[in-house]
T-cell receptor
Framework: DTEVTQTPKHLVMGMTNKKSLKCEQH?????MYWYKQKAKKPPELMFV???????INESVPSRFSPECPNSSLLNLHLHALQPEDSALYLC????????????FGPGTRLTVT | SQQGEEDPQALSIQEGENATMNCSYK?????LQWYRQNSGRGLVHLIL?????REKHSGRLRVTLDTSKKSSSLLITASRAADTASYFC??????????FGAGTRLFVKA
C-alpha cells in the first residue's frame, strides 16, 4: 500500500475556529511532512517529523500546531487562522534509509473566512 | 525559502513533441528529484538523480544533472495530452529537508 490519505478533502473555517487536518500512511515510513501550497506556487515546507519527533519547523506561526501521535499518523491543528492561510495543505512521507522519494497525499483545500 | 528556479514557467506544445524543463539550484545537494502535480492534487514522484550521476532515463523521461552549473533538465519525449501538469524539481540537501523549485506548467495540446 503506497497511499497517503488526508482528511478532510475540503475545509472552510472561520478565523476563531479550531480544526485539525489528518494524515495517515501505512508504508512504515518514519519521516512525515506538512507542506503549504498556494495557487501556482511550489509546495512550501512547514514541518518534518522523523521517528515521531519534530525535526524541522520552518518558522511556521504558532497558530499551526503539528502532532505525530504514532508512526502512521500526522495531525496539523489549526487555531485562529488568517485568510492568507487559505491554501492546499499537503502531507507526505518517505523512508529514512536509502530512499528519498516522497509519497504525497491528495491534500486538504483550506479556506479561511 | 525556495532553492530551485525553473525555466520556463509555462510551456505549451503539441502532442507528440518533446518538452524540456530546466531547474537551477543554489546549494550543494545529495540528489535531485522531479515531481508531477496534476491540478490541485498531490505530487507524484517521477525520477531521482544522485549528485554523482549525470544522466538518467525512465520510460519517456530523461533527466540530466550538472553539479558544476547547479542545474538539471527534464525531457519528456513524445508528449501526450495526459502529460499536462505542473512539474517541480526538488533538492535534498540532507536532514530530511526538501526544497521545491518554482515549477513549470506544461500544457500539451491534443
Amino acid at each position: 500500500d503506497t497511499e497517503v490519505t488526508q482528511t478532510p478533502k475540503h475545509l472552510v473555517m472561520g478565523m476563531t475556529n479550531k480544526k485539525s487536518l489528518k494524515c495517515e500512511q501505512h508504508m512504515g515510513h518514519r519521516a512525515m511532512y506538512w507542506y503549504k501550497q498556494k495557487a501556482k506556487k511550489p509546495p512550501e515546507l512547514m514541518f518534518v517529523y522523523s521517528y515521531e519527533k519534530l525535526s524541522i519547523n520552518e518558522s511556521v506561526p504558532s497558530r499551526f500546531s503539528p502532532e505525530c501521535p504514532n508512526s502512521s499518523l500526522l495531525n496539523l491543528h489549526l487555531h485562529a487562522l488568517q485568510p492568507e492561510d487559505s491554501a492546499l495543505y499537503l502531507c507526505a512521507s518517505r523512508g529514512t534509509t536509502g530512499s528519498y522519494e516522497q509519497y504525497f497525499g491528495p491534500g486538504t483545500r483550506l479556506t479561511v473566512t | 525559502s525556495q532553492q530551485g528556479e525553473e525555466d520556463p514557467q509555462a510551456l505549451s506544445i503539441q502532442e507528440g513533441e518533446n518538452a524540456t524543463m530546466n531547474c537551477s539550484y543554489k546549494t550543494s545537494i545529495n540528489n535531485l528529484q522531479w515531481y508531477r502535480q496534476n491540478s490541485g492534487r498531490g505530487l507524484v514522484h517521477l525520477i531521482l538523480i544522485r549528485s554523482n550521476e549525470r544522466e538518467k532515463h525512465s520510460g519517456r523521461l530523461r533527466v540530466t544533472l550538472d553539479t558544476s552549473k547547479k542545474s538539471s533538465s527534464l525531457l519528456i519525449t513524445a508528449s501526450r495530452a495526459a502529460d499536462t501538469a505542473s512539474y517541480f524539481c526538488a533538492t535534498d540537501a540532507g536532514g530530511f529537508k526538501t526544497i521545491f523549485g518554482a515549477g513549470t506548467r506544461l500544457f500539451v495540446k491534443a
